[in-house]
């Protein structure tokens, strides 16, 4: 027996607050009589469950990771007719993108039928590290990169980086990487850019502890075992089935309480990934400055052309 907002989230409806919304809106029944009683809990085997009028029916659970390339909207269709990530996707469930990737960002975006999984992905509440390595458009100073730590405000809203480092030089400009919580569309773009160091190429290699090691771009394939048991336990759901209860809500009780092709290999540990896989595609060229030339240090800030920046190239963090 599950509680019913948990059925209609596992079977890719809507996200399980939503679903409790739904519930005390009227619009779902079992057995033909309305609940609005929430954490009934039913047998979605044997019981029939409908909303707004239409059987709910089971569909298997995926959980799919793409190495999206750039040029393909995040979307489930698009009225302008572009190509989209679903374009890339071979399945016979109707899974949707897990979070947004703006169509030049690349690398990894993950897509499920599992409504509260996404949920807890996207919501900044649980805390699931984004990280992204993003080729800049100059050489940014270490007060620049503060404020990305400090915290930046877009739309009204204030996003601080979890951290910040500098990985390397290239002749155009710094490769930074950047770990954030938040998963807003262009989020990342929109902080470089506040800083006056835009982006010129972006990649998302890690969401919690999911990365697309050896997956060639424009492939996808389902989640490990393993890596699934890891991205569920980062955002707080227990081993079980996702209509079963979840860590957070034990904290809260009383004291009474393509193409999907296996292959890939999973997630180590939760931790992030460091190297550079060959064939993984869009990855930044022209390795480490140093033992040649170093770069120019050139600062091409938005709005301001490009200046000479007296100061050295940032260094690594000890």
Do not use: C
Not at 32 to 45: A, Y
Not at 189 to 206: C, D, F, H, N, S
Not at 247 to 264: I, K, L, M, V, Y
């Amino acid at each position: 027996m599950e509680r019913l907002q948990h059925v209609i989230a596992s079977y890719g409806l809507t996200s399980r607050r939503k679903a409790e919304q739904m519930i005390a809106n009227g619009r779902v029944s079992v057995d033909g009589e309305i609940v609005q009683e929430m954490g009934l809990r039913v047998d979605p085997q044997r019981q029939t469950i409908r909303v707004d009028g239409k059987v709910v029916k089971w569909e298997r659970r995926r959980y799919l990771m793409l190495n999206k390339p750039s040029g393909y909207i995040t979307t489930a269709a698009d009225e302008r007719g572009r190509r989209t990530v679903l374009d890339l996707i071979n399945v016979p469930e109707r899974v949707v993108p897990v979070g947004r990737l703006d169509r030049k960002t690349s690398r990894l975006l993950l897509l499920t039928n599992d409504g509260e999984l996404l949920y807890r992905i996207t919501h900044p509440k649980f805390e699931l590290e984004k990280e992204y390595e993003a080729l800049l458009d100059g050489f940014p100073p270490p007060a620049a990169l503060e404020r990305l730590r400090r915290g930046i405000t877009v739309d009204g809203v204030k996003v601080a980086a979890a951290q910040v480092r500098p990985l390397h030089n290239e002749e155009s400009g710094t490769v930074l990487r950047i770990v954030i919580h938040e998963g807003r569309n262009r989020i990342v773009r929109r902080m470089l850019e506040q800083i006056g160091y835009p982006a010129v190429k972006l990649l998302r290699t890690r969401v919690g502890p999911l990365h697309v090691r050896g997956l060639p771009s424009g492939a996808s394939r389902d989640l490990t075992p393993g890596e699934l048991e890891q991205i569920r336990a980062s955002v707080g759901l227990n081993e079980g089935a996702t209509g079963g209860e979840t860590s957070e809500e034990r904290r809260a009780r009383p004291s009474e309480t393509g193409g999907a092709r296996d292959g890939g290999r999973p997630a180590s540990g939760g931790r992030p990934d460091r190297r550079r896989t060959p064939g993984s595609g869009d990855a930044f060229q022209g390795g480490r400055s140093g033992g040649g030339n170093a770069p120019r240090n050139r600062d091409r800030r938005t709005g301001g052309g490009r200046q000479e920046y007296s100061g050295k190239p940032p260094r690594k963090p000890d």
